[in-house]
Structures are given as structure tokens and as C-alpha cells.
Nanobody, 139 residues
Framework: QSHLVESGGDSVQSGGSLRLSCVAS????????VGWFRQAPGKEREGVSC??????????????FYANSVKGRFTVSRDDAKNTVYLQMTSLKPEDTGVYTC??????????????????????????WGQGTQVTVSS
């Protein structure tokens, strides 16, 4: 069976940092673009970042996407040897609080996402989802 499992969520003070991990089992994550999403209480899920696939594809999708709200503070990376994608989060703010979930899809092109126009809808493009990890940032 194929699974995505997130970890690394925690409760931190404003200005703190966390690194989230998204580990895949049962499939090679490098063949998939991976998105990170978050959902705050009472709010719709929104896209946070997208990292292109590292294996296969035609090589045209090289841009990593970040929502404007996290640009400059969050960094997404992948370690194919560990079948893992990371989300490094720094300068955390209370508004970053939510359940963070990773998702994978082979045909997604991260370079097609455009700022905040797509953060509310990009989740529709992803087919494989993890269960999420809670991030709480207190002021």
C-alpha cells in the first residue's frame, strides 16, 4: 500500500521554527510533485508550497511554488534517498497555525501555480494525501 506520513508538527512561540517531514512508503516520491497544504480552524484548506518531481517528467517544471503568505519564510526541499519531502518553516506567526498536510501527484506542474490565485484550488490537483500534522504558533 502507498502512504504519505507527515511529522514534525509542534507548538511553538511566534518567531520560532519547525521542520515538517513528508515520508512516502509504497512508491517513489521522486516521481511526484509534492504539495504542502494547511487548514486553520474554521477556514478552508490552502496551498502553501509545491515542489516539482525530481525523477522523470520532461524537465520543464523546475520552479518551486510558495504562497505569498509564506514566501521568504518557508522552504521546501526533497531527499530522494529518504523518499521524503521537507517543509522548513521559520519566523512562524500565529496565522501559520493549522493542520499541515502533504500530497503527491505525478502530473502536477508546480510552475503553473500563480501566487495567491491558486492557493485555494490547487488541492484539487493532488490525488494522494497524508493525514496531517498539527502546527500551533502562539503569540
Amino acid at each position: 500500500q502507498s502512504h504519505l506520513v507527515e511529522s514534525g508538527g509542534d507548538s511553538v512561540q511566534s518567531g520560532g521554527s519547525l521542520r515538517l517531514s513528508c515520508v512516502a512508503s509504497g512508491f517513489t516520491l521522486g516521481h511526484y510533485a509534492v504539495g504542502w497544504f494547511r487548514q486553520a480552524p474554521g477556514k478552508e484548506r490552502e496551498g502553501v508550497s509545491c515542489i516539482p518531481r525530481s525523477i522523470g517528467g520532461d524537465g520543464s517544471d523546475v520552479s518551486t511554488f510558495y504562497a505569498n503568505s509564506v514566501k521568504g519564510r518557508f522552504t521546501v526541499s526533497r531527499d530522494d534517498a529518504k523518499n521524503t519531502v521537507y517543509l522548513q518553516m521559520t519566523s512562524l506567526k500565529p496565522e501559520d497555525t493549522g493542520v499541515y498536510t502533504c500530497a503527491a501527484e505525478s502530473w502536477v506542474l508546480c510552475s503553473h501555480y500563480d501566487g495567491d490565485l491558486d492557493v485555494g484550488t490547487m488541492a484539487r490537483d493532488f490525488g494522494s494525501w497524508g493525514q496531517g500534522t498539527q502546527v500551533t504558533v502562539s503569540s
